[in-house]
């Protein structure tokens, strides 16, 4: 996919409602999106600045304490990727993926399974491992990772129970990237949404979240995404009124050379808090 994708043609989902989001999904490109977010430049491994970097490193520092540990981990809107997972997987005994989309999750299986065609998620590996002091074991880091994973459910956060009709749980850590703003049309939705996988958590369990501040839309492909902008006092609120201690919160601002056209985010946050 090619930046072209930011064409006026391009289809554009104005958001209402619950249904007109899950509207704008039934057209989401998982390589387009995988493309745009996760390829050079956002991907530049070379610079410490650039965003993928400092995800990596942000959901590194919470696990390299020991505290965010124990038997499941859950992954809510995993989207096409398993970056966010990878640091997890040294300190979890199984790991469940979810997604509200199945050409998401087939995405997933591909990696999982070694597909030739899957996306290649070498240089996180590496990128990880290295932080860990690792550099040389990323292929084992991968193997175990992939034994790691136990599953690739459906799950959609407007549920009451989001893993709906399977039910898991309560696991001890949720990790969930850039998506309840990205699936919600308003506050009070993505309020609620908060809530529903706030039941998935034991308490005590920590909750690592990474989303975009200030974003309107996102391409994935030949539609444009609606997204909740959200700023850093109503995230911070947010999750405290869901019932958390807010442990670590640190913001990122997108310099302009990563602001290329595929979305209008402002930054990235990420928290990592404690369910009381
Ligand atoms: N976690 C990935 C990442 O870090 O790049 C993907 C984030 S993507 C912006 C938002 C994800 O939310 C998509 O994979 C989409 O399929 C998923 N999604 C859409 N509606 C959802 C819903 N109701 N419940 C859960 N996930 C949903």
């Not at 590194?60 to 995993?78: H, K, Q, W, Y």
Request: proline share 6%; charged share 20%; hydrophobic share 35%.
């Amino acid at each position: 996919p090619s930046l072209s994708d930011n064409s006026p043609s391009a289809n554009c989902v104005k958001m209402s409602s619950v249904a007109e989001v899950k509207q704008g999904y039934e057209l989401f490109d998982p390589r387009a999106y995988l493309q745009n977010n996760y390829t050079h430049p956002r991907a530049n491994f070379e610079s410490e600045d650039c965003v993928v970097p400092w995800k990596l490193r942000c959901l590194a520092s919470s696990f390299s304490t020991g505290e965010v540990r124990g038997r499941t981990l859950l992954d809510i809107g995993s989207g096409p990727t398993i970056y966010q997972v990878i640091s997890a997987c040294e300190h979890f005994e199984e790991i469940i993926l979810s997604d509200y989309l199945e050409v998401n999750r087939q995405e997933l299986s591909k990696w999982l399974h070694g597909e030739p065609d899957a996306f290649d998620w070498s240089p996180y590996l590496k990128y990880v491992c290295n932080l860990e002091g690792n550099s040389e074991r990323w292929l084992e880091k991968a193997e175990r990772l992939r034994q790691k994973v136990k599953g690739v459910w459906r799950c959609d956060v407007q549920q009451p129970n989001p893993l709906h009709p399977a039910s898991l749980g309560p696991v001890d850590a949720i990790t969930t990237t850039f998506c309840l703003e990205a699936v919600s049309a308003d506050k009070r939705s993505l309020e609620s949404a908060l809530a529903n996988v706030t039941t998935l958590l034991v308490p005590g369990g920590f909750l690592l979240m990474i989303g975009a501040l200030d974003e309107s839309y996102y391409l994935a492909g030949q539609v444009r995404i609606p997204v909740l902008p959200v700023d850093e006092e109503y995230v911070k609120q947010a999750v405290t009124g869901a019932g958390y201690r807010i442990r670590v919160f640190q913001t990122y601002i997108m310099p302009a050379g990563l602001k290329i056209g595929v979305d209008d985010v402002r930054g990235v946050f990420y928290l990592q808090a404690q369910k009381l």
